[in-house]
């Protein structure tokens, strides 16, 4: 493993500190929309880590959940549809003392960003990603998504869905991600639990979260999962064991595990990009000065 | 004044390529200005590639017109070339491979067998060697001094690959006698001129630009004929601690690039049209969050896959329609490696001075075509000014705050007390989105016009801050050229072959194509007798642009798109039309 001279993200302490909180922007959120825990969590995780706002930048798409960063008081991206991740990556390269979070939407996420999030998983890039699950696009209000269930009934597939759905933690086990969970909005403990672990964890860390959209998903609801989770760390897995971990990702029907399937440690882009090793990016000198000699192997 | 032309020719996998930036390179150590043209196709093996050196005083922008000498790998090479060779000229060949009958040589062209294979053959068994034999025949006949090809031998292998370095001395030493016992030097060879130059392919000066400006990071995907830049970069990125990163796609890429600008560093991407399609939403959003960007557009010969491999300056409209609505942008386009260096300076200055998306404009023809450059054309003493353009001081700070200029101060992420959030929906100038709850409300339609305002009035600025057009040659000429981008290099030379058959013309020139100040466009070409206009497009896409931006219409125009660059002939013979005929 590289040796890395960057410095972590520094854990200031001391009563002066600002914390995250609430921005003055109101959430425009349905009532009883899963989202509110997800916020709730990524707000709580923060100020247990002691994480100050304007070391945070929080990236997402487009989506209902991807107004989330305009609700804390953090810095925030909010891009377009299906590329928050490669966005949060560039900010992680060019300034690695920061703390970023991507969140989106499963239509976002696992649909149009299909592509960053196998990538970004693949590379380790350390950041924590955040996805609010609703099995449902609710900002377009109502068709399919790439987690539908098999048929599910929406305004784009009135005779039901007819593709499988994407298995995001399972993908996500494939794609080499070194911290893959489940929470769910129902349960914001145990989230911003799983949401600070991530956030600590060096690497990629990927949270989904069942995010029940109250509108337009009337199968996938807060019942429906509170009916059906379990916990993970109460049923003796071991988040260390990939096999054990594969066996969680496939389980699903009457019951379905939530809580961290898999944690791992291996070098993260960061510290495998020699470059930064000299600090952050933006710190370093910029420019041709002093390297004139590059001139050279032009004669 | 002098001008030698070295072409090789054969098949893809033949080394054509190394053998004409190896005869290049000499050309430009003696002293001498190189244009190299580098023709190839898409395929690894086989087909026909073919790369000339040409060398000269005054400084060849083109590939001109003629050769005078010919190394030909294969019979193929002779049949395509032969009719570009000019009188005197010297076809270099191996008739252990192929013969070449007196019937297939045009008047005046004469050939000369060397046995590059039995040369070869003394040191190994691998027939790439005859390349070097070949290339020791070439020397003598071009005036190339044998040390000076021995020395650039050794400099392409490194320290690492003694033996085979000794048998390319070896065999480039038996093919330069050879000549020498068998020729005479081609009419056109030239001499050591002076200091050595820099030779740089276009995209390499980009890069080189990019490196200088302070650019910090790069994202790219693979896409002929952008990928030079990246590997450029990517071969320096620890020496220049330039972060290099190559994206699962170009969407990818532009978006590192814009989270990186956003974190705070210079931050670009590059590729063709076909990437540069998928880069367009993302370009907007660079407009909406007013993040610095540069995007080097390298166009290749579309539609769609096109012709991957050759020339055409067809994505112009694509540059400059680029994205959903409105948002302020300029387009550069850089000739020549020079400008290109030069243009990259300006488009990171640009971009960050103005808090948008600033496009490079180059082609195949530019972006890989070796020329050469004296150093102290591309300076390296460039000031690179540090980001922070706001200091918290205990105000509220609004991101997008409205100002006369349209530049609104930037904070970056890890500054206490500035924290904001960049939103590709419209927004106010604290960055609160309007497009939603209050949309439509009459207060916040008012705020939007206010803020669409704010960012267009950035236009005005660059307008002023780019570079205007530029007259070359004498004022009041019988016949004005107009062009942009690689298509200059051909009408430079044709400029000069038409003042020795003593037609005056000169050159209004486009180094920025996107904003054009109508007052100062118009005032230029008041003072342009006839005027005809140069592009490698179907349609006309620069007169398109000049005549809806600012009323001037040119009517008699060189409208090239096969694929194959702009000739400096092509432009002598529609000049003499235009002054002769009026043109049409």
């Not at chain 2, 005054?58 to 090479?77: I, N, T």
Request: proline letters at 6%; aromatic letters at 8%; a negative charge.
């Amino acid at each position: 493993m590289a040796e890395s001279s960057a410095q972590p993200t520094p854990v200031p302490t001391g009563p002066a500190l600002p914390v995250i909180g609430k921005s003055d922007t109101k959430p425009t959120w349905c009532p009883g929309c899963g989202d509110f825990g997800v916020v709730a969590a990524v707000e709580g995780a923060l100020k247990r880590l002691k994480i100050p706002p304007y070391n945070v930048v929080i990236v997402s798409g487009i989506g209902c959940s991807s107004n989330l960063p305009h609700f804390l008081s953090s810095y925030g991206f909010h891009g377009i549809h299906g590329r928050a991740l490669p966005v949060a990556e560039g900010i992680r390269w060019a300034n690695h003392g920061l703390t970023v979070i991507g969140t989106g939407g499963d239509g976002d996420g696992f649909g149009i960003g299909a592509g960053h999030f196998v990538h970004a998983m693949r590379r380790n890039v350390d950041l924590t990603y955040v996805t609010m699950d609703n099995q449902i696009y609710g900002l377009t209000t109502g068709q399919a998504s790439p987690t539908s269930q098999m048929g599910q009934k929406t305004k784009s597939t009135p005779t039901g869905v007819i593709e499988n759905p994407i298995d995001p933690i399972a993908l996500a086990l494939a794609s080499g991600a070194t911290y893959v969970a489940r929470g769910f909005s129902g349960d914001v403990k145990q989230l911003t639990d799983l949401v600070a672990g991530g956030i600590q964890h060096k690497g990629f860390a990927f949270v989904d979260v069942f995010s029940p959209c109250v509108t337009y998903n009337k199968v996938n609801t807060f019942d429906f999962f509170r009916q059906r989770v379990y916990k993970l760390e109460s049923a003796g897995h071991d988040p260390s064991d990939i096999v054990a971990a594969w066996q969680r990702a496939l389980e699903w029907g009457d019951k379905i595990p939530i809580g961290l399937f898999y944690r791992t440690e291996r070098p993260s882009y960061e510290d495998l990009e020699e470059v930064l090793h000299a600090g952050p990016l933006l710190r370093q000198p910029a420019g041709l000065k002093g390297h004139e000699s590059v001139l050279d192997e032009f004669v | 004044m002098s001008d030698l032309a070295v072409r090789a020719g054969g098949q893809a996998g033949d080394g054509i390529q190394s053998i004409g930036e190896t005869v290049s390179r000499c050309l430009s150590r003696m002293g001498w200005h190189v244009f190299g043209l580098n023709a190839y196709q898409s395929v690894i093996r086989g087909g026909h590639v073919w790369f000339q050196a040409r060398a000269g005083d005054p400084r060849p922008y083109s590939q001109g017109d003629q050769a005078d000498l010919l190394y030909a790998l294969d019979p193929q090479s002779v049949a395509v070339h032969a009719p570009s060779l000019r009188a005197g000229s010297t076809i270099v060949h191996d008739p252990e491979k192929f013969a070449i009958a007196d019937s297939d040589l045009p008047v005046g062209v004469r050939a000369l067998g060397v046995p590059t294979l039995e040369i070869a053959r003394k040191y190994t068994s691998q027939s790439i060697l005859q390349n070097a034999g070949g290339m020791g025949a070439i020397a003598f006949l071009a005036g190339i001094p044998l040390d000076l090809l021995h020395e650039v031998l050794r400099d392409s292998f490194g320290k690492k690959a003694g033996e085979v370095a000794d048998w390319n001395v070896g065999a480039a030493s038996a093919g330069y006698e050879f000549a020498r016992a068998h020729a005479a030097p081609n009419d056109h060879a030239l001499g050591r001129k002076g200091a050595p130059k820099l030779l740089m392919s276009g995209n390499q000066a980009i890069a080189l630009g990019a490196a200088a400006a302070g650019c910090k990071f790069l994202a790219q995907y693979p896409m002929t004929p952008a990928s030079s830049i990246m590997h450029w970069l990517a071969a320096h990125a620890q020496t220049l601690g330039i972060v290099v990163k190559q994206a699962e796609d170009e969407l990818a890429a532009i978006h590192m690039a814009i989270g990186a600008s956003f974190g705070g560093v210079r931050a670009m991407t590059a590729t063709s049209g076909g990437g540069f399609s998928l880069m367009v939403e993302a370009l907007g959003m660079a407009g909406m969050t007013e993040t610095p960007l540069v995007v080097v557009e390298s166009q290749r010969a579309g539609p769609s896959t096109g012709l991957p491999t050759k020339t055409e300056q067809g994505d112009l409209n694509l540059m400059l329609g680029a994205g959903q609505g409105e948002f302020p942008r300029a387009i550069l386009a850089p000739s020549h490696p020079v400008e290109a260096y030069q243009a990259m300076l300006r488009a990171f200055q640009l971009a960050e001075d103005w808090q948008t998306p600033i496009l490079v404009a180059s082609d195949l023809h530019l972006s890989e075509n070796v020329m050469t450059v004296d150093r102290e054309e591309i300076p390296t003493d460039v000031e690179v000014r540090s980001l922070f353009t706001v200091e918290p001081n205990g105000h509220d700070y609004q991101r997008y705050q409205y100002t006369d200029s349209g530049v609104s101060p930037r904070a970056l992420p890890g500054q206490p007390g500035l924290q904001f959030v960049a939103g590709s929906d419209e927004h106010d100038a604290h960055g609160h989105l309007i497009s939603d709850v209050k949309s439509g409300i009459p207060i916040w339609v008012t705020e939007r016009q206010r803020m669409m305002d704010k960012r267009m009035r950035k236009l005005h600025g660059i307008a002023a801050a780019t570079e205007p057009p530029a007259w070359e040659g004498p004022a009041g000429a019988d016949l004005t050229f107009v062009a942009w981008g690689s298509t200059i290099g051909a009408v430079r030379d044709a400029r000069a072959s038409l003042a020795e058959r003593g037609v005056a013309t000169n050159l209004l020139r486009f180094p920025t194509v996107y904003p054009l100040d109508p007052a100062v466009v118009q005032a230029e070409f008041a003072k342009a007798k006839r005027t005809l206009l140069i592009e490698a497009n179907y349609s006309g896409q620069f007169g398109r642009l000049l005549r809806a931006e600012t009323g001037v219409h040119l009517t008699d125009r060189l409208l090239k798109y096969d694929g194959e660059p702009v000739y400096p002939h092509e432009v002598v013979a529609r000049a003499v039309e235009v002054l002769n005929h009026g043109g049409k």
